[in-house]
């Protein structure tokens, strides 16, 4: 039986722990200060990336690793005894990191490396690739593996509110004015998962008010069935997502274990300090 390595990128946002459990390998996206290079997670974090686009008033820019980072994490999961790997990646609708992947890939032509667009982001993408590590550690095949992500996938909801329009503004998505304009207003625009990219679908007056729309929109996607899996996404604001996972309890049918996991920066300083999210999966 061949062995399959399982790989992603940090936009994952898998937590350590879970990629260890499952043996998950994760490529680091780059973020940049000026000439200022850090690998996603492994040098730079939100409690440490925050303080500095406040304090410079700017964002720094992200890259996609490069394809010989990947090719690095080929070669070492091939030395670790892999006879074949599937390497899941962020959305193509959001980086160039799934492009890099296939890149590297050729690199190794004797070799089988299977590189999916996973159309998705953060946990949702970290759900897949688990989905993906359980069903090679039940024997399965890559194909067994990638069929496995994709059902996830399709089950697979997120909704939440930004605190602040502000780090868009710096991104140039919206202009000054109007993040401007959205503070005095109080506006937490409502995102979701679309079509493989964040999208902006309403924009509520208040912190209170966009947690309950995000919260009703989640409760009309369970429709009733029982929510297999749940983690709330934050960016600087654990104390708030708790907050915010005591509402979700009082209005959806919540598993037991809810998952906290911050936003990794490669995604983070898009969506700015402050933000939470609900990711879960409806059972079949």
């Not at 679908?201 to 029982?226: C, D, M, N, Y």
């Not at 104390?239 to 049918?253: D, I, M, N, V």
Request: a negative charge; proline letters at 4%.
């Amino acid at each position: 039986m061949s062995r399959i390595a399982i790989i992603t990128d940090t936009d994952s946002s898998l937590p350590g722990e879970l990629a260890q459990k499952y043996g998950i390998v994760q490529v680091p996206i780059i973020i940049q200060f000026g000439d200022e290079s850090f690998r996603d997670v492994f040098e730079i974090t939100n409690e440490t990336i925050f303080p500095r686009i406040d304090r410079e008033g700017k964002l720094p820019t992200t890259a996609a690793p490069s394809p010989g980072q990947f090719a690095e994490a080929f070669k070492a999961a091939f030395a670790s005894g892999a006879d074949e790997i599937l390497c899941l990646n962020i959305s193509s609708e959001m980086s160039a990191t799934y492009a890099s992947a296939r890149q590297a890939a050729e690199m190794f032509p004797e070799k089988r490396i299977e590189v999916m667009d996973t159309r998705s982001l953060a946990i949702a993408q970290g759900y897949m690739a688990v989905a993906a590590a359980e069903a090679v550690a039940k024997g399965g095949s890559i194909e067994d593996a990638k069929a496995a992500a994709e059902e996830i996938r399709d089950r697979t909801h997120l909704f939440g509110a930004l605190s602040t329009l502000k780090y868009i503004a710096m991104s140039g998505r919206v202009s000054h004015l109007a993040a401007g304009m959205a503070g005095l207003l109080d506006i937490k625009p409502i995102l979701s998962l679309q079509n493989g990219k964040l999208a902006l679908l309403e924009k509520i007056r208040t912190q209170g008010k966009s947690w309950a729309r995000a919260i009703e929109l989640s409760a009309k996607a369970v429709g009733g069935h029982r929510v297999e899996k749940m983690a709330i996404l934050n960016v600087n604001c654990r104390e708030t997502a708790k907050q915010f996972e005591s509402q979700l309890r009082a209005a959806l049918p919540c598993p037991d274990e809810i998952l906290h996991v911050d936003m990794n920066p490669g995604l983070s300083i898009h969506t700015g300090a402050g933000m939470v999210a609900v990711i879960f999966v409806v059972a079949r």
